[in-house]
């Protein structure tokens, strides 16, 4: 293949070069700041979850309870290693997938070509593009030959674009259509060969303006952390309250006004909302670890749960749905047979139309479609090169000469556009409509469809134009960029769960149409980009209710798209892989990028990254954020709870003049089953059954709602009434006031653990849950047993906590309390038919 003459053209000098570098800054996008552990410890430790859960600690250190603050502070730090590893983990692997960073390019300085970094590039030099590069920056074509170039990563088009030249002037156009004047930093050259004129470097390419833009989107904050704010608010003026009321009926009725001060405070840090944090971090922080398994990295572990929130997935086509890989999918014939790739072997048949599809492209090609017409049929036979005759907007068809043997007739394979193959073959009417009727259908299939055709040519070689061969029309090659084969089942479980995916591509309608219905999307209703830009917000709104594929979209219209249905109350999920997704990946309430063929700058913008880029992983993150949230609801309704049985017994001895029952160390025993059952066993409790086969939640609708508060409050309230009965047995028994501490306290234990066992499950029953294995259950349990088993028979257990060792009818009447808890809150769950009613999705 030629190149174009560069004679004339003696470029910048190595000055003054050097001196717009200086001027304009290195050609490089501009980068955040890497994310090194240490600041992201920093960011953790920021965030107000944890914060809490520090100030806590230092709380209980100022105010004596050495050992309640180690447990805080060692749970604060155990989180803030788990996030910091598994971030830093994640920074490394991206640093890792940078592979654009800075393509080499050649350029042509003081009349003399030099191959220099992608990084020194500046305005006003001439690059030297040939098959195979990598454009370092935006250019205007000066000359080219057959120039083809990939600009996948910025228009979402999979199939290559033709370039013509331009003399200087004339207004720039953005990237997108054959025959534009203009080359794009972080396209490839597919085919042909060019000269072009730098025009835009660094942040002020195309990319580079993409990038820049992401500054001025903001992420939405996660609802997670605002709702779980509330709700320690509200929990924290509640615990006050109780704490003031404590202080002011113990100085009134039981002595000084400094032991009340004193009780209060004892009471105040029963009351002290730390769970709440501990639950956050822990939750996230383990969920990435445990997602990072399945090669899905969380950038931002709060957005785990927020994937399980989202109503709407937008997906982008190329590289997302399909694999950006082309296939050969389909051949026909002139006369009308047709053979499917999926078939097997190639008949003899089609031998000669797949031969010369082959023989009609590069021996080594770029191209998507010759590659994959190469690997469909390998080889071109025993040939040489003699001429070929490339690509112009006036003719949609090349060609190649072959010679076989010395003395043979030269061999002729051309390839193109149906149309420009029918016009070089001079078909008859009818067969010529033939030949379109075939193009069409297939083309309807997704399929982007290359007529070919072969001739034979003497020596010496005697034409000038493609024209001047008889050619004879072989037939028609279909090609598709194939669908991933897990995205059909990936997309029927969204449906299943009530996500409804939407598919925002740049591609054509018909292919669009096409790749959907593989896909299992709904189709009916297709949008363009033309249309798009015509609509008003109004009635973009209205329309956007009901429309799931979208083709032909510009990288500005996706981010409108999406910010059409965050108006809608949409929770909206975004994948991508290009740079053109970057902006609606980072405005999306969930970005999830490509990790392989994703681009920096996408990557940079996503909160998730998909290692295999694997659609199908989209939906283990989903399952796990809803598994997260579920067993996030189970924690917070336990919390909730368990704390109204230890107010209950902290204020009413005050109000009915009965002994004081709980002091410190009964506090921190409690906590010790508290923390870890709100934490570790919680955590690790499995998905419900239902998990995928429920809708969203209401997205308009409190995570954390008056209902759901009142929901833990009654099974507390409950819990109080069942140890405030045996409380009120052991007094009427006339026991002393230290046994009766031991029995309320032993039953005050059993129905904690009873409402463990509860609130495993939304749904199910109590044999249903108890079946499911949970390590950290049996462990917490076990711990519990030893160490109340220990309180009650060594002497000097009983005196720390202030027992004295009741009767075993007692500890058995004590015990007792758990099944009969247990009996009363099933029987509840049964009534009401689940403890978390379901959702309905929207219409």
């Not at 070509?113 to 935006?138: H, T």
């Not at 109780?242 to 400094?258: D, H, N, Q």
């Not at 957005?303 to 086509?317: N, Q, S, W």
């Not at 429309?547 to 219209?557: S, Y």
């Amino acid at each position: 293949m030629s190149r174009p003459t560069d004679e004339t053209n003696s470029g910048l000098s190595a000055a003054e070069a050097q001196a717009r570098l200086q001027r304009d800054g290195p050609n490089e996008l501009p980068r955040q700041a890497r994310r090194t552990p240490f600041r992201i410890a920093l960011e953790v430790i920021r965030e107000p979850m944890l914060a809490l859960l520090i100030a806590g600690g230092v709380i209980y250190l100022f105010l004596g309870d050495l050992s309640e603050a180690i447990i805080l502070m060692v749970l604060a730090l155990f989180s803030v290693v788990i996030t910091v590893v598994q971030e830093a983990r994640t920074e490394r692997v991206l640093e890792a997938l940078r592979d654009l960073t800075s393509p080499r390019a050649l350029v042509i300085r003081d009349g003399e070509r030099l191959r220099i970094a992608g990084r020194d590039v500046v305005a006003g030099d001439l690059l030297v593009l040939n098959e195979g590069d990598r454009v370092p920056a935006d250019g205007r074509v000066v000359e080219c030959q057959s120039l083809q170039t990939d600009e996948s990563l910025l228009t979402g088009e999979s199939v290559p674009v033709r370039k013509v030249a331009s003399a200087a002037g004339g207004a720039f156009a953005p990237p997108g259509g054959d025959d534009l004047p203009y080359v794009y930093s972080g396209s490839m050259v597919v085919g042909g060969a060019g000269l072009a004129e730098v025009i835009a470097t660094g942040p002020r390419s195309q990319i580079g303006r993409i990038g820049q833009s992401l500054g001025e989107l903001t992420t939405e904050p996660p609802r997670l952390k605002r709702e779980m704010g509330r709700l320690v608010r509200i929990f924290a003026i509640g615990g006050g309250a109780i704490s003031l009321a404590v202080m002011i009926l113990y100085g009134l009725f039981r002595g000084t006004w400094l032991e009340a001060l004193l009780a209060g405070i004892a009471v105040g840090m029963s009351m002290l909302p730390e769970e709440f944090p501990v639950v956050v971090t822990i939750f996230m922080a383990m969920g990435a670890w445990r997602i990072s398994r399945a090669r899905v990295l969380t950038r931002r572990a709060a957005a785990i749960e927020t994937l399980g929130a989202a109503t709407v997935l937008c997906t982008d086509k190329t590289g997302t749905l399909t694999e950006n890989i082309m296939r050969v999918a389909e051949l026909r014939r002139a006369d009308g047979a047709i053979f499917n790739a999926s078939e097997g072997a190639l008949p003899p048949a089609f031998h000669d139309l797949a031969h010369f599809s082959v023989l009609a492209s590069a021996r080594e090609p770029f191209d998507p479609m010759e590659k994959a017409l190469h690997k469909f049929r390998p080889g071109g036979g025993d040939v040489q090169l003699v001429q070929t005759f490339g690509l112009h907007p006036d003719l949609l068809a090349m060609t190649n000469v072959w010679q076989a043997e010395e003395g043979e007739d030269l061999v002729v394979a051309g390839k193109g556009a149906p149309e420009a193959i029918a016009g070089l073959c001079r078909l008859d009417k009818d067969n010529h409509a033939r030949l379109l009727r075939d193009a069409d259908a297939m083309a309807a299939e997704g399929l982007r469809v290359l007529g070919v055709a072969r001739a034979g040519a003497a020596r010496p070689l005697q034409t000038k134009d493609q024209r001047g061969f008889a050619f004879e029309f072989l037939g028609l090659v279909g090609l598709a960029d194939t669908l991933r084969p897990s995205v059909p089942a990936a997309v029927a479980e969204c449906r299943t769960a009530g996500i409804r995916v939407v598919m925002i591509t740049g591609d054509y309608p018909v292919t669009a149409r096409a790749i959907a219905a593989q896909a299992g999307i709904d189709a009916t209703d297709v949008m363009t980009g033309d249309e798009l830009a015509a609509m008003g917000d109004v009635d973009l709104s209205r329309r956007i209710e009901h429309t799931t594929v979208f083709a032909r979209i510009m990288p500005q219209q996706k981010l409108r798209i999406v910010e059409a249905l965050k108006a809608q109350g949409e929770v909206v999920a975004m994948t991508g892989d290009g740079v053109n997704d970057a902006p609606t990946l980072k405005a999306a309430h969930i970005g999830i990028a490509m990790g392989q063929r994703g681009t920096d700058v996408a990557r940079e913008a996503a909160a998730i990254v998909l290692l295999d880029d694997d659609f199908g992983s989209i939906v283990k993150a989903i399952r796990l954020g809803r598994r997260i949230y579920d067993n996030l609801h189970k924690a917070v309704t336990f919390i909730l709870a368990v704390h109204v049985p230890i107010a209950g017994l902290a204020l009413l001895p005050l109000i009915f003049g009965l002994p004081i029952l709980l002091g410190p160390v009964h506090i921190a025993f409690l906590e010790m089953i508290i923390d870890p059952v709100c934490t570790l066993v919680f955590e690790a409790e499995t998905e419900e059954d239902d998990v995928m086969r429920r809708p969203p939640r209401d997205p308009e609708r409190p995570m954390f709602s008056f209902a759901f508060i009142s929901r833990g409050v009654m099974q507390g309230g409950l819990a109080l009434g069942v140890v405030v009965l045996v409380l009120f047995f052991a007094l009427w028994a006339g026991l002393p006031v230290d046994a009766v501490r031991a029995v309320t306290f032993v039953a005050l234990v059993a129905v904690i653990l009873s409402l463990v066992l509860v609130n495993r499950s939304r749904a199910v029953s109590i044999l249903a849950a108890v079946s499911r294995p949970n390590r950290a259950l049996v462990l917490v349990f076990l711990a519990v047993a030893v160490i109340l088993t220990v309180g009650l028979s060594l002497p000097f257990a009983r005196h720390l906590f202030s027992f004295e060792a009741p009767s075993l009818p007692m500890i058995a009447l004590a015990l007792f309390a758990g099944p009969v808890m247990l009996v009363a809150l099933e029987g509840l769950k049964w009534l009401t038919g689940q403890w978390y009613p379901r959702r309905h999705a929207k219409p």
